[in-house]
């Protein structure tokens, strides 16, 4: 597989994609907390490996980290582009409030309830903390794999595994209050609720 991306063969890009896109869709939303940036990156993190294909080498395991790493950065873009936009809109007068008539279902409402709070207290680490939980937890990447999608040495990849369960740890301590009248799902309920998955070695 990876010859034939490195070469150009687009069954075996097309294959790549069939793959690995909902696993880099995922991991852009956990990054971004966005539904239709994630969908961006996972556009242009294909784009961008295609372009760069020819970095690939040909001995090696799975491109998945490869793919990650891509939309890490892109995602680091991501959030950059919406900070300005958001100092943008800030200086700017507020319209007037219209009501939202937008069809909703109540499951989706809840999902972006829960995914607003987790994505508030992965706010509260640090980036590198961020990207290296989400590759190592939720993307299901081993130290190595992560480092590889980093450019790092492994050993800061355990280092800010480690510190970032610690902190997120703290943190639903910290906010952790009795179930609102309503059964929204609080911050802490969010963290307590993430997926954990034992690093492999």
């Known amino acids: 597989m990876r010859r034939r991306v490195r070469e150009g063969d687009r069954e075996a890009f097309a294959q790549l994609y069939e793959d690995f896109a909902r696993a880099v ?17 996972m556009s242009d993190t294909f784009l961008a490996a295609w372009r760069t294909r020819t970095r690939v080498h040909e001995d090696g395991g799975s491109l998945l980290p490869w793919l990650l790493g891509i939309a890490t950065h892109k995602a680091d873009n991501a959030r950059r582009a919406q900070r300005r936009r958001r100092l943008f809109l800030a200086r700017q007068p507020q319209p007037p409030a219209q009501e939202d008539f937008a069809p909703r279902t109540m499951g989706r409402i809840d999902d972006a309830r829960r995914l607003l709070a987790v994505h508030a207290a992965l706010g509260r ?8 939980l989400a590759l190592c937890v939720w993307s299901g990447l081993d130290s190595r794999q992560t480092a590889e999608a980093l450019g790092i040495a492994v050993g800061p990849v355990r280092s800010r595994l480690s510190r970032a369960r610690k902190k997120l740890a703290r943190f639903a301590e910290e906010d952790r209050e009795p179930p609102t009248a309503r059964g929204e799902m609080t911050r802490a309920a969010a963290i307590a609720a993430l997926p954990v998955r034992e690093e492999l070695t």
């Open 125 to 132: 680490l640090r980036r590198q903390e961020q990207e290296v």
């Open 25 to 41: 869709y995922n991991h852009a939303l956990r990054l971004t907390g966005d539904w239709s940036t994630a969908e961006e990156i």
